[in-house]
């Protein structure tokens, strides 16, 4: 499905990130692997990703709240001289706290990392797909939080609000280029992040559901590779959720 395509994908360290990373490559997509930090795990992931699918998984290290090793990332990729088909920004942090209690040092954090960071590494990304003119696919991983509101996640709703207004108008913008750009928006998906939460707030949300479970990583990933592939080649400016119906 995704043969011969080389896609840049943020956030591989764990969750749904690393289960993308693990399903792009089981479907023959070269990726460029990124992460906040190295880790011998993740290089050993990788390593067998490699041998057991024929792809090329390059890992690249940065840190999505400092521009400057961003650029430094956008740089690496570059130098490998190859063509981009495409880019999932996942990376993201959330940092809950309710309305009065929210801090402006805990909004400007969120935005770095859930807006600023993924706008600005999407931008250096695009250059080089539009200067290879590569046509291809830009998702970005926003949240039902972003649409139905969230008790206590003013600042990470807001964020994940900020990416769907900016994916839309960047999908008016490349789709010149051949380029289409479309979010997704999990709901309650069983990831390390979701771990911490109580079992009350899950069983409630749970309740919510027209398919009354947890989602998985893997759901969402498969998402993500079906928008990557030629499948969507007529999908952009959309922002699908993959939340079991929760109403």
């Known amino acids: 499905m995704l043969s011969d395509k080389n896609i840049v994908v943020t956030g591989c360290l764990q969750g749904i990130g690393k289960e993308t990373l693990k399903t ?27 041998e057991k699918n024929k792809v090329t998984i390059w890992p690249i290290y940065f840190d999505m709240a400092d521009n400057n090793s961003i650029k430094d990332a956008a740089k690496a990729i570059m130098s490998q001289k190859t063509d981009i088909h495409g880019l999932v920004n996942i990376a993201g942090i959330n940092k809950d706290a309710y309305f009065n209690m929210v801090t402006y040092q805990d909004m400007l954090d969120t935005f770095q990392v859930n807006f600023f960071s993924q706008i600005i590494f999407s931008q250096y990304i695009v250059k080089i797909m539009q200067r290879k003119k590569t046509s291809g696919s830009i998702v970005f991983t926003s949240s039902i939080t972003a649409l139905d509101g969230n008790e206590g996640q003013l600042a990470y709703g807001a964020s994940k609000a900020a990416l769907i207004g900016a994916m839309k108008t960047m999908a008016l913008e490349l789709g010149k280029s051949g380029i289409r750009v479309n979010a997704v928006a999990p709901g309650v998906i069983e990831t390390p992040m979701t771990e911490s939460l109580r079992e009350d707030i899950i069983s409630k949300k749970i309740q919510t559901m027209d398919i009354p479970r947890l989602g998985s990583a893997g759901e969402v990933a498969d998402l993500f590779m079906f928008l990557m592939s030629d499948m969507s080649s007529h999908i952009s400016g959309q922002t699908i959720r993959v939340d079991g119906g929760i109403r």
């Open 24 to 50: 792009f490559a089981e479907h023959g997509a070269n990726v460029f692997a990124c992460a906040y930090r190295q880790n011998d795990e993740f290089e050993g992931f990788c390593k067998e990703l490699e």
